[in-house]
C-alpha cells in the first residue's frame, strides 16, 4: 500500500513565505501536504517537477462568483490561474440575504455593478435560500474546483431590512441599523469572512440607481462593525471591505479607522488611481497609514496592472456606443450587427457623427469621454500584447503612423478577425502610462494583491488571470521597469490574502498545511488572447483568457486542471470562518 497519496517530486518549492527557493520533493496525504524536502517512499501518483515552480494555490480575495458559484464547479476563469480558493460577496453586492419579492432587484443591481447578464442569473441561480446562514448552506450542497468563501453584502442587507424604503439617500432608523447589525452578525457567525460595502458611483444599479451604501452615514458603518467584532469574538472572522471614491471631503478614513479600532476588525479598501477620485493613490496610502499608526489596522488592496476596459464590438462598451448610426443597429443579431459593421457606406456614415452625450450618465461623463475619444488613452491589442504598453502602441500614435484618421483606425481594429477585434483601455491605475507606482507597493506589509473582480464585468474585463500576471509579467518579463521576486510575488497572491481573511490553513508549502499547490513551467507561462464565449446560462456572455504553463492545479491533494484543462474533479467546498493548519513538528 502507497506511503502517500501524491508525490511532486524535483520541483524548484516557493513556499510562500517569501523565503528563499530550493529544490526538493512534497508529498500528501489526506488533502494536506505531510512532507517536503527529501521525500522517501512510494505514492499513489507521482508529478515530475522537474525545471518548474512548485508554489502554494493562489488566494483571490477579491471575487463576485455569487450567482456563478451556486450552479457552476469549474469556476472558470480563475480557477485556469492557478487560484485554488476565492473570496466572493465583495463591493456590497450579492444575493443574501433575499426575501422572495427582492430578487429581479438583487440581480439587477449585480447586472448594474459588476456587468454580469441578468439574464444568466436569473436562469441559474434556484434561489432555494432567504437568509444568509441558508445561502452558505445552499453553497455547500455543491463541490466545486477551487474553494469558496464569502462576505455579507451591504445592498442585499439593506435592501432585506428597509424593503421599499431602500431609495438612493435613504436614513434608516435606529431599529434599522440594529436590524442590519443583526444580520451582519449572523452571516459571520454562520461562517462569512467578512462584510462589504461600496460608496462609488461607478457602482449603480441596472436601472442606473446608486447602490445602497453608497450615502450610508459613519454611524450605520460603524454599527455594523461592531456587530462584526461580537461574532469575531464568537470564533467568526470578520473583515469589512469597501469601494469607494474617497473624495476626501467624506473622511472615508476617519470612520475606517474608528471601526477598526473600536471593533478590533481589519478594514480593506480598493486603492486605485481614477478619474472619480480627487485622491491620489500616494495620498491614500499615507492616510491610511496615519490611521494604522493610531491602532487601526487598515489594508489597501492594490491591482497589478492598469484596470482596464476591453472594448468590442459584442462587448459592453465600444468607442462608438454614442453614435447615432450605432444606436440603429445595437440590438440586432450579431449577424446582422457585423454585416453592418463591415459595410463600407455603414462605417463612413457612423464616422462622419458626432457623439450623442444625451443619455450618458452626468457624474461619470469624464469615464464616457475617455471611452469615446480618448484615442492617446487606448491600446491595440496585438497577439502578443504588453499590459504595460508605451505611447507608441497607443490608437492615436499608430493612426498618425499610419497616416489614418483615429477613430477610422479604431473601428477598423474592432473589424479585425472578423469583427472580433479588442482595443484595451487602462481606465484606472494608469494615469503615467506605466506601472512603476506599484512596485513599491508590492513590497508593502499593508497592501495585498487583490481587485481581479473574477466572475465579473463579464463584458468588458479580464482580470481574473492576475496571478499569471504578475508571474509573466511582473517576475519574467517586465521592461519598463524594475520585477519583483517570485518569492515574494508567490507570497503576496498566497500567504498575505489568505491571512487577511484568517485562512491559516494554506498559502503556504509545509506540513500540515492544505495540499492547495501550483506546478508552473515558467519558462512556458504566457497569457492567451481573450475571447468572448457566450455560456453562460441563458448564452449570457462573458470575456475569458486561459494560459499556457500550468503544469497542474492540485486542490486538497487532488489534481484539478493538466495543463490547462479540467480533470472534473471538485475537491473544493465552502469555507466557513477562520481555518487553521494542524501542523506537523518537521519536515523530512
Not at 515552480?53 to 471575487?63: N, Y
Not at 452558505?136 to 451591504?154: F, G, I, N, Q, Y
Request: glycine fraction near 10%.
Amino acid at each position: 500500500m502507497a506511503m502517500y497519496d501524491l508525490i511532486i517530486r524535483g520541483g524548484t518549492i516557493v513556499d510562500g513565505t517569501g523565503a528563499e527557493r530550493f529544490t526538493g520533493d512534497l508529498a500528501v496525504k489526506d488533502g494536506v501536504i505531510a512532507a517536503v524536502g527529501h521525500v522517501s517512499g512510494d505514492a499513489t501518483r507521482e508529478i515530475d517537477a522537474s525545471g518548474k515552480v512548485v508554489a502554494p494555490g493562489f488566494v483571490d480575495i477579491h471575487t463576485h462568483y455569487d450567482g456563478q458559484a451556486t450552479w457552476d464547479q469549474e469556476m472558470a476563469p480563475s480557477s485556469w490561474h492557478g487560484v485554488t480558493t476565492v473570496v466572493m460577496g465583495n463591493c456590497g453586492v450579492g444575493f443574501a440575504p433575499a426575501k422572495p419579492d427582492r430578487h429581479e432587484w438583487l440581480i439587477s443591481l449585480m447586472e448594474g455593478v459588476e456587468d454580469i447578464p441578468g439574464t444568466a442569473l436569473a436562469e441559474g441561480m434556484t434561489w432555494d435560500w432567504e437568509t444568509f446562514p441558508e445561502y452558505l448552506d445552499a453553497l455547500e450542497k455543491m463541490p466545486r474546483s477551487v474553494d469558496v468563501a464569502t462576505h455579507v453584502p451591504h445592498g442585499a442587507v439593506r435592501a432585506y431590512v428597509l424593503g421599499d424604503r431602500e431609495q438612493p439617500g435613504a436614513v434608516p432608523t435606529e431599529a434599522d441599523i440594529k436590524a442590519m447589525s443583526d444580520i451582519v452578525e449572523e452571516g459571520v457567525r454562520a461562517g462569512a469572512l467578512g462584510f462589504s460595502t461600496s460608496r462609488t458611483v461607478l457602482h449603480k444599479s441596472v436601472d442606473g440607481e446608486l447602490v445602497p451604501g453608497t450615502t450610508a452615514t459613519p454611524e450605520e458603518l460603524v454599527a455594523i462593525g461592531h456587530a462584526m467584532g461580537r461574532a469575531k469574538g464568537a470564533g467568526g472572522h470578520a473583515v469589512f471591505e469597501m469601494a469607494s471614491d474617497l473624495q476626501r471631503d467624506w473622511n472615508e478614513f476617519e470612520w475606517m479607522g474608528r471601526l477598526s479600532r473600536e471593533a478590533g476588525v481589519p478594514v480593506t479598501f480598493a486603492a486605485l488611481e481614477s478619474i472619480q477620485k480627487d485622491m491620489p493613490l500616494k495620498e491614500q496610502i499615507a492616510t491610511m497609514r496615519a490611521e494604522n499608526d493610531n491602532g487601526a489596522q487598515i489594508v489597501a488592496q492594490i491591482a497589478l496592472r492598469g484596470n482596464g476596459i476591453i472594448m468590442a464590438w459584442q462587448g459592453t462598451v465600444n468607442p462608438f456606443a454614442f453614435r447615432p448610426s450605432w444606436k440603429t443597429i445595437e440590438d440586432l443579431p450579431w449577424g446582422e450587427q457585423k454585416a453592418k459593421l463591415l459595410d463600407p457606406a455603414f462605417k463612413a456614415q457612423l464616422l462622419s457623427e458626432s457623439n450623442d452625450y444625451s443619455e450618458a450618465p452626468m457624474d461619470i461623463i469624464g469615464v464616457v469621454m475617455v471611452i469615446t475619444q480618448g484615442w492617446a488613452l487606448q491600446y491595440e491589442m496585438d497577439p502578443d500584447f504588453d499590459y504595460e504598453p508605451d505611447e507608441s502602441a497607443s490608437v492615436n500614435a499608430r493612426a498618425n503612423a499610419a497616416g489614418v484618421d483615429p477613430q477610422e483606425y479604431a473601428y477598423d481594429m474592432l473589424c479585425a478577425d472578423d469583427g472580433t477585434g479588442f482595443i484595451y483601455l487602462p481606465i484606472l491605475n494608469y494615469a503615467d502610462g506605466n506601472l512603476d507606482f506599484l512596485h513599491p507597493l508590492q513590497h508593502a506589509d499593508d497592501t495585498v494583491n487583490s481587485l481581479s473582480d473574477g466572475g465579473a464585468h463579464c463584458g468588458t474585463i479580464c482580470d481574473a488571470a492576475s496571478p499569471t500576471f504578475m508571474l509573466e509579467h511582473w517576475v519574467r518579463d517586465r521592461k519598463r521597469g524594475d520585477r519583483i521576486t517570485l518569492e515574494n510575488a508567490i507570497k503576496r497572491q498566497c500567504r498575505d490574502t489568505a491571512a487577511l481573511y484568517g485562512l491559516e490553513d494554506r498559502g503556504v508549502i509545509a506540513p500540515g498545511f492544505l495540499a492547495d499547490i501550483n506546478v508552473i513551467d515558467m519558462e512556458r507561462l504566457k497569457l492567451g488572447r481573450p475571447w468572448l464565449a457566450f455560456d453562460l446560462p441563458a448564452g449570457g456572455k462573458r470575456l475569458l483568457q486561459k494560459a499556457d504553463g500550468y503544469a497542474c492545479t492540485i486542490k486538497g491533494g487532488v489534481v484539478t486542471f493538466e495543463e490547462g484543462e479540467w480533470t472534473g474533479a471538485t475537491p473544493g467546498g465552502l469555507i466557513r470562518g477562520p481555518q487553521r493548519a494542524e501542523l506537523a513538528e518537521a519536515a523530512e
